[in-house]
């Protein structure tokens, strides 16, 4: 599976730290537009939508709208709360070299990574099934948008798992190295112990020492 070296021009360390700084941050601006939109939901409506005469009463606009407005917030709300604890835990795993901490990131941000592709493609098709992207531009503009942002967010999630792997596997690499180093100072050790017990044999039968 491909393992970038770097993020960008980053490091693969500090590619992740910066990665969940980012994180963190659009997670903490989502759960303030979230509560933000909690508040303001009620007053949005009655003076926005629920002006139009689709609506036998403005009562029943506000209970059916914010059924639907509720459960986006509240998931969207979720998902801030969880970005954050999440990446924050796997900053503090970079930093003190526990690849386990960075484990819960990975999985979520697998799954978004699953609903990315499966929404945007099901968005791009609807969209051509009803001909609302009847305009070049517009489709190639969704497009180009929808495709750069999963390629984004592949390549941040290989590059978080490329250093999940590096750290996990970094004990195992510099056991095989010490291995590796050690077999050379082996091999000439038991060829000494040869030669030494050579020698021995000469002296025992012909008193003479061959160097």
């Known amino acids: 599976m491909w393992e970038p070296d770097a993020l960008c021009c980053f490091s693969r360390r500090t590619g992740c730290l910066v990665l969940g700084s980012l994180h963190v941050i659009r997670a903490t601006m989502l759960l303030i537009l ?4 909690f508040v303001l939901t009620e007053t949005i409506f009655l003076n926005f939508v629920c002006q139009t005469h689709t609506m036998t009463t403005e009562e029943n606009c506000l209970a059916i709208f914010r059924s639907a407005v509720d459960i986006v917030l509240g ?7 969880a970005s954050i604890v999440f990446s924050s835990l796997m900053i503090h795993g970079v930093r003190t070299n526990k690849h386990c901490l960075t484990a819960p990131f990975l999985i979520k941000n697998t799954v978004i990574l699953v609903l990315q592709i499966i929404f945007n493609s099901l968005g791009l098709l609807s969209a051509l099934t009803f001909n609302l992207l009847n305009k070049k ?3 190639f503009f969704a497009v180009y948008f929808c495709g750069t942002s999963i390629f984004m967010t592949t390549y941040f999630l290989f590059t978080v798992r490329a250093y999940y792997y ?5 004990s195992t690499d510099d056991h095989h190295r010490l291995v590796e180093n050690s077999e050379p100072d082996v091999v000439n050790r038991l060829k000494l112990d040869g030669d030494e ?5 000469k002296i025992k039968g012909g008193g003479l020492v061959e160097f």
Do not use: P, R, T
Not at 75 to 81: G, K, R, T, V
Not at 166 to 170: I, L, N, P, S, W
Not at 197 to 201: C, D
């Open 197 to 201: 017990e050579k020698s021995e044999v």
């Open 75 to 81: 998931i969207m709300i979720l998902d801030a709360l």
């Open 166 to 170: 590096e750290v996990k596997h970094g």
């Open 137 to 139: 531009a517009f489709a």
């Open 34 to 37: 979230g509560v933000a939109s």
